[in-house]
C-alpha cells in the first residue's frame, strides 16, 4: 500500500504540478482580485524554480559531499538501480544516471571493493517482465567481471526494499561491514538514512551531482527549463525522507 501511495501522491509534490494548478485556477477564476492573485504565485513560483542559482544552493546543502576513501578494501560495495530502462523493443539501455554504473565498477575494479551488490528489480507502478538487476548483470559480464564477484537482488522496488533485500543478501554471502553505498548525491542522504535503519553500516559514495559544484557566475541568474526538472528530483527526495521518517 505504501509503494502505490508513494507512486500515486509523487504527482502532486512536483513543482511543476503546483505551477500547472496556479496557472489553471487563474484561467478559471472570475474573481479579477483572485485571477490576479494566482497569476502573481504563478510567476513567482516559475522564477524561482526556473532559477539555476536557488537550485545550487539547495543542492550544496542536501547533496552529500564527494567520499575520500581510505586505502583499504571493502567487502562490498552496493550499487542502487534507477541507470537504466528499456527500449521499445524492451530491451535494456543505461539512462542520464549511469555514472552509478560506472563509478561502482571503477570501485571494483580499482581494487576499493571485491564484490558488487546491484540492488534493483522495478519501480514501476506498472512493472512489467523488464528488471534492473537481471540486465545489469549481462552489463558486468560485458565488462570482465567474474560471476563470482557479482551478487544481483532484482526484486526491490523501492529505496527501503533495496535494503531490506540487500541486507538479506550480504548475510548468506557473509560479507562483513562497512560496505560502500553508490548512488545519486541527490539521492544519497535518504538512501543513507534508510540503510543505517535497517542496521546496515555503509560508507557514502556518491555520484551524479547534478547541481551545486561549480562556482557561481552570472549565468545562475537567468532562468532555465534545467533546474525546474531537477527540483522534481529534491522534492521527491524531501517528501520522501519525510514520509520514510514517519513511516
Known amino acids: 500500500m505504501f ?19 496556479f496557472f489553471i485556477t487563474a484561467l478559471v477564476t472570475r474573481n479579477p482580485k483572485r485571477k490576479r492573485r494566482f497569476f502573481i504565485t ?5 522564477i524561482i524554480f526556473s ?13 552529500i559531499p564527494p567520499a575520500t576513501l581510505p586505502n583499504k578494501q571493502y567487502s562490498c560495495v552496493i550499487l542502487l538501480g534507477g541507470f537504466d530502462g528499456v527500449d521499445a523493443n524492451g530491451d ?3 539512462n542520464e544516471r549511469s555514472e552509478r554504473f560506472i563509478q561502482a ?3 571494483l575494479n580499482t581494487g576499493k571493493a571485491s564484490h558488487i551488490l546491484m540492488s534493483g528489480g522495478n519501480g514501476l507502478l506498472f512493472a512489467g ?9 549481462s552489463q558486468l559480464r560485458d565488462f570482465n567481471i567474474p560471476d563470482s564477484l557479482i551478487i544481483i537482488e ?26 560502500l553505498l553508490v548512488t545519486s548525491a541527490w539521492h544519497m542522504r535518504r538512501s543513507m538514512a534508510i540503510f543505517k535503519k535497517q542496521g546496515l553500516d555503509v560508507v557514502p559514495y556518491p555520484c551524479d551531482f547534478i547541481q551545486g559544484r561549480g562556482n557561481f557566475s ?18 521527491k527526495e524531501v517528501f520522501g525522507s519525510i514520509a520514510y521518517h514517519f513511516k
Not at 504563478?42 to 516559475?46: H, R
Open 51 to 63: 532559477s539555476p542559482f536557488l537550485i545550487n544552493q539547495f543542492a550544496r546543502f542536501w547533496d
Open 105 to 107: 565498477v571503477k570501485l
Open 218 to 235: 552570472f549565468a545562475d541568474l537567468i532562468p532555465s527549463a534545467d533546474p525546474l526538472s531537477d527540483w522534481n528530483l529534491y522534492m
Open 129 to 137: 517482465d523488464f528488471r534492473e538487476g537481471t540486465w545489469v548483470k
Open 42 to 46: 504563478t510567476f513567482v513560483l516559475l
Open 92 to 94: 535494456g539501455l543505461f
Open 154 to 179: 532484482n526484486n526491490s522496488r523501492n529505496t527501503f526494499e533495496n535494503a531490506a533485500f540487500s541486507k538479506k543478501l550480504l548475510a548468506e554471502k557473509h560479507l562483513q561491514p562497512p560496505y
Open 3 to 21: 509503494f502505490v501511495l508513494s507512486k500515486v501522491l509523487l504527482i502532486f509534490i512536483l513543482p511543476f504540478t503546483w505551477i500547472l494548478g
